[in-house]
């Protein structure tokens, strides 16, 4: 089955710096990836996705991703972080080996942007 | 994308009741998704709803424990039976976007007493 590990529990970061929040995957066809967000007491909310072509996809709010295939890897990243960057983000993939929209989630990166 | 609507919003609740959550989606879409996010964790699959079929369970979550209905393509339900205090979550549906990308409700916050 898929998975997703998103090995850091938070990630502190200053305002106005790059932001990288870190996921790789396990999957037995080709991944679609997907980075969510959620703020406080709010539903997740669609950052971007990766499903083919360019391995640099570009989403919401200027957050930017890079698939690396060889590496399992889809992580996002900001190149300027701002205060109301700081939410919980998700990394979901679907394994397209099984056919079906079944999405597992990582455990979730809490994202702190100290002003 | 999508716009979802969750009833109700939050609800506190005493153990051995059951509480029905209502999803609403502006279009009609064929699957539906149930999701449970508890404390500080991350979402967790219940069940995928297909309109006119029963409900597929992923492993550890039941038909008695979590009823789903799904009458129509842009209404669905997931009752939380007999609950106790580890059935406090927050709990989501979702639906799949043609591009393949979920989109969630904003989530019905349940806490058990």
């Known amino acids: 089955a898929q998975s997703v590990a998103q090995p850091e529990d938070q990630v502190n970061v200053a305002e106005g710096n790059p932001l990288t929040v870190k996921c790789t995957y396990s999957?037995?066809?080709?991944?679609?990836l997907f980075w969510y967000v959620q703020y406080p007491n709010r539903g997740l909310q669609f950052l971007l996705k990766?499903?083919?072509?360019?391995?640099l996809v570009k989403g919401s709010y200027g957050f930017e991703a890079e698939f690396n295939k060889s590496q399992t890897s889809f992580h996002l990243k900001k190149p300027s972080a701002l205060v109301s960057d700081s939410a919980l983000y998700f990394c979901?993939?679907?394994?397209?080996?099984?056919?079906?929209?079944?999405?597992?989630f990582g455990k979730g990166n809490q994202v702190v942007v100290i002003p | 994308s999508a716009v979802i609507s969750q009833k109700p919003s939050r609800d506190i609740c005493q153990r051995g009741t059951s509480l029905t959550i209502q999803c609403q989606v502006d279009?009609?879409?064929?699957?539906m998704f149930w999701y449970r996010q508890q404390p500080g964790q991350s979402l967790t699959l219940i069940a995928t709803?297909?309109?006119?079929?029963?409900?597929?369970?992923e492993s550890g979550f039941v038909i008695d424990k979590f009823p789903i209905s799904r009458p129509n393509l842009t209404f669905s339900t997931l009752t939380v039976s007999n609950m106790s205090p580890e059935d406090s979550s927050i709990y989501l549906c979702?639906?799949?976007?043609?591009?393949?990308?979920?989109?969630f409700g904003p989530g019905t916050r349940l806490t058990v007493t």
């Open positions: 979702s639906v799949v976007h043609p591009g393949y990308e979920q989109y």
């Open positions: 999957v037995s066809g080709n991944p679609y």
């Open positions: 990766y499903i083919t072509g360019d391995n």
């Open positions: 979901a993939v679907r394994d397209t080996y099984y056919g079906n929209n079944r999405l597992a």
């Open positions: 279009s009609q879409v064929t699957m």
């Open positions: 709803a297909n309109q006119g079929s029963e409900a597929t369970y």
